[in-house]
């Protein structure tokens, strides 16, 4: 009779022989990827039409400028959510964690309420109230809904950053934002 060490088996060690847990694919916890390969379609799509844009003149910055940056930046928000999801997925015992440690959470519904009426109100008084007033009255809506209390001085920096707006537009790149009523004074 001979004695043997006992042999590793693969697993707990409860002697099955069997993980305790099934082996995980590598996407496993990582489905999250589909936000950045959404992403990742759509800044491809926004660089094939810019590419692909008709522009008549010359005009510096021109009308693929904006549109570019806005690719660079898709591209780079695909890239960091990727390493981040790579870095940390959320599958296996970090999701179990994270269902034992449920929030209760809810919508408040009156400030998005508030919100979308700010956002419906501003297209509606765009054509007769010009961009300055509306968009004006857009960020004091939205100031409001989310908490703030100190109207005069939400009024003051909403006329003040639709004003800026409007010379960016204007001055900057020559594009006319509405300026309703106000079109004989502008």
């Not at 022989?17 to 992403?39: D, M, Y």
């Not at 790579?86 to 269902?99: H, L, Q, T, V, Y």
Request: charged content about 10%.
């Amino acid at each position: 009779m001979s004695i043997q060490a006992p042999q590793a088996t693969e697993g707990t060690g409860n002697g099955t022989g069997r993980n305790a847990t099934p082996a995980q694919s590598f996407f496993s916890g990582r489905s999250e990827l589909i936000v950045p390969a959404l992403l990742l379609a759509l800044a491809i799509f926004l660089t094939w039409q810019t590419a692909t844009m008709e522009v008549l003149g010359k005009s510096v910055p021109g009308p693929q400028f904006f549109p570019t940056i806005v690719c660079i930046l898709l591209y780079g928000v695909v890239l960091a959510h990727t390493i981040q999801i790579f870095r940390s997925p959320r599958g296996g015992a970090a999701a179990a964690a994270a269902e034992e440690k449920q929030y209760k959470t809810q919508s408040d519904w009156k400030t998005m309420g508030a919100v979308v009426a700010g956002v419906i109100g501003f297209i509606l008084i765009l054509p007769y109230a010009g961009w300055i007033l509306s968009a004006a009255a857009l960020f004091w809506v939205v100031a409001r809904a989310l908490g703030s209390k100190k109207a005069l001085f939400d009024v003051s920096i909403a006329l003040l950053f639709s004003c800026v707006i409007q010379l960016a537009f204007n001055a900057g790149l020559g594009l006319n934002l509405p300026a309703g009523f106000l079109e004989g004074l502008l």
